[in-house]
């Protein structure tokens, strides 16, 4: 999966407040992407409000919708962090999907581990999405 912040109303891809007198605040930011894997393609558009903490740690909270190929609409959440190294940020985080679309319902079941990196520059994020199977009956 591959996403891109966009520029917003406010002529920056993202913003960040930090309203306490240190590193910790929130963001916007929002995009768009494509997905192209083994089960899921499609076009993707997101937003992205995470938390930032005191120590630069960034916590993505976004929203995400996916319209298939095959005209089938997936929304899921992603969560977790994002931890800069450089001008790379390392992302470690879950993805939470729903699908009305028949075909896709198997989603409505499954828990997601995500890890990618961002570029900071760019503000391109590059990530792979692995379901968990469970073995239990």
Not at 115 to 135: A, H, Q, T, Y
Request: proline share 3%.
């Amino acid at each position: 999966m591959a996403l891109a912040y966009r520029d917003s109303i406010f002529g920056m891809k993202f913003v960040v407040a930090k309203p306490y007198g240190g590193e910790e605040g929130i963001g916007y930011g929002e995009g768009d992407g494509t997905v192209v894997g083994e089960k899921i393609r499609g076009a993707v558009r997101w937003v992205n409000h995470p938390h930032r903490r005191n120590d630069g740690v960034m916590l993505p909270n976004a929203q995400v919708v996916i319209k298939t190929e095959d005209g089938a609409l997936l929304h899921f959440n992603l969560q977790g962090r994002t931890v800069t190294v450089g001008g790379l940020g390392r992302q470690l985080l879950s993805a939470v999907f729903e699908s009305a679309d028949e075909r896709y319902k198997w989603l409505n079941n499954t828990f997601c581990v995500v890890e990618g990196k961002i570029d900071l520059e760019k503000m391109l994020m590059n990530f792979r999405v692995f379901s968990c199977i469970s073995d239990l009956p």
